[in-house]
């Protein structure tokens, strides 16, 4: 039996456990990640949508341009477009900005976002590899590809591992200190940890059908699109773009009533959705048949054992945020375990994953169920005579296609879900009292309020804030005359690493509205005044989660 040891093992190598490998690592942690695919192998083709938050991470991870590069030509319109059918008729189009033109775009309601990093479209066959090769590269991370985890066991000074090299089926064992599930919606580390998902088990019948078609592209009579619903009394459903050349990615949504998979006819749905005759052809690459839910685990813990993304909860892909929000559970988690393994954070510092992130997802879930919902009502909805020549049927497609970007504007530029969270029930962070903004899926305000993400600006020497902060905690100082050593000494004394940025932007003073405000290292606002607060080693030990009631 071959035997391994680590600080962290990581369980499962998609997009959620690379990117807290990769994390982890970055803050000197030693990491180890078990995955049952091949060395790079590209999972299904699932997620299109990496968020802003997402690609806020992957700036700091140094593997944003390597995916900005991937994907989808640069000159490949990102749009999403509502039509009768792929080569019907337009009824409206909500633009967004290809990628060359993604950080220089002006206009329009996606390109207004407050952060260094947009959003950016690519399906997850490119985003994981990419991923997995800067993974591989780093320092600090170790991946066993064609490894499967089967069990654990944990005490209190660790947990102990089994599992087997799938090639050679040699058993292995790994010792670690903590073991964290990222292995995806049907996890055994879930079932394991004794969690239960709950909420809602069918909210939406997929077929999904990945296929080849070269001529497609050709046959459309309007722009390309990177997403192109189609909308006729027939078949609704929706096209992605995968390669921008010949893969397509056509979701056809089954009706409530459509409970058997089998009873739709796969072929002719995609011809009702693409709007081809018999002579057309395609070449079925792979096909899944998925049920979009709402689930989310009871607990995210058990001791040593965590999880993290669709092992911890499962949603209809409204909005592009499922994969995104297991990334922000990551990000949540990755620096609490590196605070707690490098000594400076007490053991309540872990409390905080479930208390934090759990809230959230359960907030996210229900947008994308509610959203989900309102775009099943407007299939059903779709007027007989959407498809009519003449003037009758002009104005149902106007009216339609205005109905279609109002309501789908908001999951496809979601600012909200972005960066509208905060976390209101955190034992790590110090409340003033002042209550966060509320935020919608689209909606949201930039806020210093405890808990609200730290907001976003560019410095006057035209940085980012967020390439200018800290790796850990960062003090960022409206105003230099303000003495902070009595701060500085007390996270010297607990060891708790403090950065100091003098913010010198003039958009500083109207969103900070504070002489100092304290950043996490996950970007969260942890504390702010106008002076260092008279007890400054009772905040550094709330931070840390050291106090006594931690
Ligand atoms: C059709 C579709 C469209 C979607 N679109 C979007 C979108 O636009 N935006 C978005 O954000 N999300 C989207 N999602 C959701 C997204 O794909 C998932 O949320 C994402 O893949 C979850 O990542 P993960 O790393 O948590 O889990 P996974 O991607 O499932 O990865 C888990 C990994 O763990 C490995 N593993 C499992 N068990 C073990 C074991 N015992 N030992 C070792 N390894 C193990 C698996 O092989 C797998 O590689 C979509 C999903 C679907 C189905």
Known sequence: MQSLQAQVLVVGAGPVGLTLAMDLAQRGIDVLVAEIRHRGEPPNVKSNHVSARSMEIFRRLGVATALRDAGLPADYPNDVA????????????IPI?????????????????PTPEPPHRINQIYLEPVLFAHAEQQHGVRILSRTRIDSFTQDVDGVRATGVDLDSGEALQIRCDYLIGCDGGRSAVRKQIGAKLSGMDVVGRVQSTYFRAPSLLGLARHPPAWATFSLNPRRCGNVYAIDGRETWLLHNYLLPEETDFDSVDRDWALREILGVGPDFRYEIISKEDWIGRRLVADRFRDRRVFICGDASHLWIPMAGYGMNAGIADAMNLSWLLAARLKGWAGEGALAAYEAERQPITEQVSRFAMNHALALQKQREGVPEGIEAPGPAGDEQR??????????????YCCGGLNFGYFYDQSPLIAYDGEPQP???????????????????????????????MGPDYTLLRLDPAVDIRAL???ALERGVPLAVLDLNSAAAPDLYRHSLVLSRPDQHVAWRGNVVPPDPLALIDLIRGARPNQ
């Open 82 to 93: 509502y039509r009768t059918t792929f080569t019907g008729t337009e009824l409206s189009r």
């Open 97 to 113: 900005p290809a990628r060359k033109d993604r950080y220089t775009a002006r206009g329009g309601p996606d390109t207004w976002w």
């Open 398 to 411: 106007a009216k339609a296609g205005r109905a279609l970007y109002e309501l789908n504007v908001r999951q």
């Open 438 to 468: 509320g935020y919608t899926m689209d909606q949201f305000t930039p806020s210093t309020v405890p808990g609200c993400r730290t907001p976003h600006l560019w410095l006057d020497d035209g940085r980012s804030l967020y390439d200018a």
């Open 488 to 490: 500085e000494e007390a």
